[in-house]
């Protein structure tokens, strides 16, 4: 091997560049000569096995996105027609209140999705806290808004940070350990045996139009500051990379705890907007089936699950037309479980996901022989016009260390 990949250090005993893709860029591995050719990190890359591709310098194309958004967008509407054809003054208030307040609550939980998606780390606690924070408010919500609200967002803040902590110290997917929160924060749910009436008097649809604005508002900005190059790259650096249990150095772990303490305090204040909105009692569960929801929509509406990309418009179209639809459903008695929802929204994702990231790339991996190409100059390939060199040993190709190079791999 030219290199040692285990302390990753230069074959001449200088390490390797921190920054992994500025590794790629110096250094190209050559592994059927065995030889390493040393580059400038501004020169160009030729084409070898380990030619770097767009992606690891994290310029992403927004085609996709905005080709896609458009598509949420026409879905949106077709959904509010149907509702409009259903019931005509659902979208007209007071009904139409209820509607935007369900939609800020829904926005509020898939947003802190996106954001915990964007810097790899994403938060499977958002349901159980969202829920844990409703009952909390229909406990206390006699107290007053700010008195009910604000020890909430102070445990909110605090369980994310303890997460975040985890993820960074003991660099472990932050799936896994957000999953870890939730499941505590489920137990603490479950203490509860009877349905909770909500107190208080705080009524959410007085304030539908600036609650759903506000998160229209924070959606289009989040979206169109994470469409900046810097600002991507800057979220995207947890994104998986070679060995996903090597630690990514102090600047990866900056947005991992951001995301994590940010989408947790969005996750308390959607559960005490659902909360105060209830005209039922908040009836203790898992809250699985909200965190589900929320990073469906979120990969529905362009987040890439591998972390970094993701579009501008794509989480408002995709809140707006859930939230149709939840309310179409309602209308028409369809009684679907919100777990199927959850699934349906959560498969589709998957789905978008592909599509982001196989044209998202701004740039293709580097150059690779067809499986069935004609075979190159100096290499013995068996034929039935030649038999005689069935049994000649040929030249080993130059293979890649990377998985998905090739005409086999995944586009990136």
Known sequence: MAYDETTFRRPG???????????????????????????????????????????????????????????????????????????????????????????????????????????GAPNLALGPVALAAAMQYAENGDKGVLQALVPALIIGAAGGLVVALFVVTLHVPGWAASLAAGLGVIVYIQLRVEPIVVQGDWDPTDQAFILFGGFALLAVLGGGVGAIGPVRRFFGRPRPFGDPARRQGTMAAVPVVLALIVSTVFAVGAGVILSAQSATPIVPGTGLEWTGIALGLALLAGTSAYGRRGGIFGTLFAVTALTLFLDFENRRELDIALFAIAAAVFSAGLIVTRLVETYGSAYTSGSTEEWNAAPSSGTANWSPASPETWNTPAAPPARSDRWDDGPWGAAR
Do not use: C, K
């Open 13 to 119: 005993g200088e390490p390797a560049a921190t920054d992994p893709a500025a590794y790629r860029r110096r250094v190209q591995y050559d592994d059927t000569a065995g030889t390493t050719l040393d580059q400038s990190l501004n020169a160009p890359v030729t084409t070898g096995s380990l030619t770097p591709v767009g992606d690891e310098d994290g310029r992403d194309r927004l085609g996709i996105h905005l080709g896609w958004e458009v598509i949420l967008l026409v879905v949106a509407g077709v959904l509010g027609f149907f509702l409009w054809r259903e019931d005509s003054g659902a979208l007209q208030r007071p009904a139409l209140d209820s509607l935007l307040v369900t939609g800020a609550a829904i926005g509020l939980l898939t947003l802190g999705a996106g954001l915990s998606l964007r810097a």
